[in-house]
C-alpha cells in the first residue's frame, strides 16, 4: 500500500458505549477527504466488547484495523499505534471525540506548514471548553501546575487527547517512550524539546464528555510519580541530549 497522509491512531478501552459512534464519526470525516488515510484502534485490557465492536467495524471499512495486547495504559496503546502506523501523520484522537472530527483539518498541512507536533489546547487563548464542571477544570488546572513547574514550563495544555505527529518525529519519539500510562504525553513532549522539535499549541472547541477513566486522586498522584522518573531518567541521560 501506499504511504497514506494520515494516520489516526484511537486508544480504546472500556469504551463499549462510546466507540460505535466514534468509529462512524471518524470514517464519514477520512471519506470526505481528498488525501488517503488510516486509522488504528488500539484496545488493551478492556473487560467490555470494544475489542469485537472495533474488529467488526473494521471488517466491513478497510481504512479501519485493530490490535490489542493484555498489559493496560493509554500510552501503550498509543505508543503501538504511532510505531504500526504508516501515516506521513500521526495523531492519536481520544474515542470520546470530546473535540470533533472537523477540526482534524487544523492540524494538518496546508493550514500547518513545517509543524513537528501540534497539540490540541483547552487552554491557549481561542480555545473554548463546553459543560466542564468546574471541579473537573480545577484539578487540571492543578496536574498542568504541576507538569509546567516539574517539565514543560511554558505548555498550558499537554493532556488533551488530540495531538499530530510528522512520521520521522513520531518514530523518534515513541521509540524512545518509558512512561505508559496517564503521563505519557508528558515524557514524549519532553523528549521532544531536548531535540528541538517545534511543538504548537492549537486553541481548540471541547466538549466534556461525563465518561472518565481518569480516577482523580489515585491518577494524580500517578502522574506526579511519573513526572519524577521523568526528571530521573533526563539527568541519567537516557533521552540524549539537546539539540
Ligand atoms: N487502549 C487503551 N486506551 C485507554 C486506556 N486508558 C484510557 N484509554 C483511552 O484514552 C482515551 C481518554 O480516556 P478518557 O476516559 O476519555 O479520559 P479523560 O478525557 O481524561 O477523562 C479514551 O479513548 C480511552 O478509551 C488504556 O489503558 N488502554
Ligand atoms: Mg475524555
Given amino acids: 500500500?501506499?504511504?497514506?497522509?494520515?494516520?489516526?491512531?484511537?486508544?480504546?478501552?472500556?469504551?463499549?458505549?462510546?466507540?460505535?459512534?466514534?468509529?462512524?464519526?471518524?470514517?464519514?470525516?477520512?471519506?470526505?477527504?481528498?488525501?488517503?488515510?488510516?486509522?488504528?484502534?488500539?484496545?488493551?485490557?478492556?473487560?467490555?466488547?470494544?475489542?469485537?465492536?472495533?474488529?467488526?467495524?473494521?471488517?466491513?471499512?478497510?481504512?479501519?484495523?485493530?490490535?490489542?495486547t493484555s498489559e493496560r495504559g493509554k500510552g501503550l496503546a498509543v505508543r503501538q499505534g504511532m510505531l504500526a502506523a504508516a501515516g506521513e501523520f500521526r495523531m492519536m484522537l481520544d474515542a470520546d471525540l470530546s473535540m470533533p472530527v472537523d477540526q482534524i483539518n487544523r492540524f494538518l498541512p496546508p493550514v500547518q506548514k513545517d509543524k513537528d507536533i501540534v497539540?490540541?489546547?483547552?487552554?491557549?487563548?481561542?480555545?473554548?471548553?463546553?459543560?466542564?464542571?468546574g471541579y473537573r477544570h480545577m484539578g487540571?488546572?492543578?496536574?498542568?501546575?504541576?507538569?509546567?513547574?516539574?517539565?514543560?514550563?511554558g505548555l498550558q495544555d499537554t493532556q488533551c487527547g488530540f495531538k499530530c505527529?510528522?512520521?520521522e518525529v513520531a518514530e523518534d519519539l515513541f521509540s524512545q517512550q518509558t512512561i505508559m500510562g496517564w503521563a505519557f504525553d508528558v515524557e514524549i513532549l519532553y523528549i521532544a524539546r531536548l531535540r528541538g522539535y517545534s511543538i504548537e499549541e492549537l486553541p481548540i472547541p471541547w466538549y466534556f464528555s461525563e465518561q472518565s477513566h481518569l480516577r482523580p486522586v489515585y491518577d494524580a498522584f500517578h502522574i506526579?510519580?511519573?513526572l519524577l522518573r521523568i526528571r530521573a531518567n533526563a539527568a541519567r541521560g537516557l533521552y540524549g541530549h539537546k539539540a
Fill in 1 to 68: 500500500m501506499a504511504t497514506p497522509f494520515l494516520s489516526l491512531i484511537v486508544p480504546a478501552y472500556n469504551e463499549g458505549s462510546r466507540l460505535p459512534t466514534a468509529l462512524q464519526q471518524i470514517d464519514d470525516y477520512v471519506k470526505s477527504q481528498t488525501f488517503s488515510s488510516e486509522v488504528l484502534v488500539i484496545e488493551n485490557g478492556s473487560l467490555d466488547n470494544t475489542f469485537s465492536i472495533a474488529a467488526d467495524f473494521a471488517k466491513t471499512h478497510k481504512r479501519f484495523s485493530v490490535r490489542r
Fill in 119 to 133: 497539540i490540541a489546547s483547552r487552554e491557549a487563548p481561542g480555545a473554548v471548553r463546553y459543560n466542564e464542571p
Fill in 140 to 153: 487540571g488546572r492543578v496536574i498542568n501546575t504541576m507538569i509546567r513547574v516539574m517539565a514543560l514550563p
Fill in 165 to 167: 505527529f510528522r512520521a
Fill in 224 to 226: 506526579f510519580f511519573d
